[in-house]
């Protein structure tokens, strides 16, 4: 089993529609967990960084943390054809991050 | 002016070249990393250096080498390029180790 995996897409959405994102992980050590974006042709950009479980909203983005079932998911609310791009999800302890492999969004006008 | 700068941002090259690609960093960070990102393989770290003095691999090392020149800068070289080292190579830096990573834009670099 992989330490962290997330569904590579593509997802299709139309515009103004909600968007869940999500990784699953395994190694239970992981503390903080991050979410980034990247636009094609471009580095990744963080979008959300959190340590606890719960939530964390930034504008119309919402990042959740279950540590129990070892889950976090990212919300985008009123998707805009500009959220169009790939995230990748991230997770440390003291070490070099882990990051899954990215799901690929289309945020169709 | 990018907090991360690649040089160059695209090459060209031929099986059995040695290249280098540069990252420089103004965010005045200790720790940088190289990492290359493949279609449906995602991110994948090569090399990491918390400080001048340490150089650790990553877990796709073989074929790759690099230089911490100075806290700002950290090199990449693939002595004997090969085809299947055609990515997207990205370098990044941290503050710490739990600390979010910044990314550079990248170097596409092709092996003929």
């Known amino acids: 089993q992989k330490e962290v995996e997330q569904d590579p897409g593509p997802l299709s959405v139309p515009e103004g529609a909600i968007v869940s994102l999500n990784c699953t992980y395994s190694?239970?050590?992981?503390?903080?967990f991050m979410w980034y974006r990247q636009y094609s042709r471009k580095g990744p950009e963080l979008l959300m960084y959190?340590?606890?479980?719960g939530n964390k909203e930034d504008g119309r983005f919402t990042a959740q943390v279950d540590k129990s079932s070892k889950y976090i998911s990212l919300f985008i609310r009123d998707s805009q054809p500009s959220d169009s791009a790939t995230y990748l999800c991230?997770?440390?302890?003291?070490?070099?991050?882990?990051f899954g492999k990215g799901t690929r969004l289309s945020v169709i006008a | 002016d990018a907090d991360v700068t690649q040089t160059p941002r695209n090459r060209i090259t031929k099986t059995g070249k040695r290249i280098m690609l540069e990252c420089s960093q103004t965010?005045?960070?200790?720790?940088m990393y190289w990492y290359r990102q493949d279609p449906g393989l995602g991110l994948r770290l090569i090399y990491y250096?918390?400080?001048?003095?340490?150089?650790n691999k990553g877990e796709i090392s073989d074929g790759y080498s690099v230089s911490r020149q100075a806290q700002a800068k950290f090199s990449l070289s693939l002595e004997s390029a090969i085809p299947n080292q055609t990515a997207l190579y990205f370098c990044?830096?941290?503050?710490?180790?739990?600390?979010?990573?910044?990314f550079g834009n990248g170097t596409r670099l092709t092996v003929t």
């Open positions: 990044a830096t941290s503050e710490s180790g739990n600390s979010p990573l910044h």
């Open positions: 190694n239970s050590a992981f503390q903080y």
């Open positions: 959190t340590y606890s479980s």
């Open positions: 991230a997770m440390v302890r003291n070490t070099p991050l882990v």
């Open positions: 965010k005045g960070h200790d720790r």
């Open positions: 250096s918390f400080d001048v003095k340490d150089i």
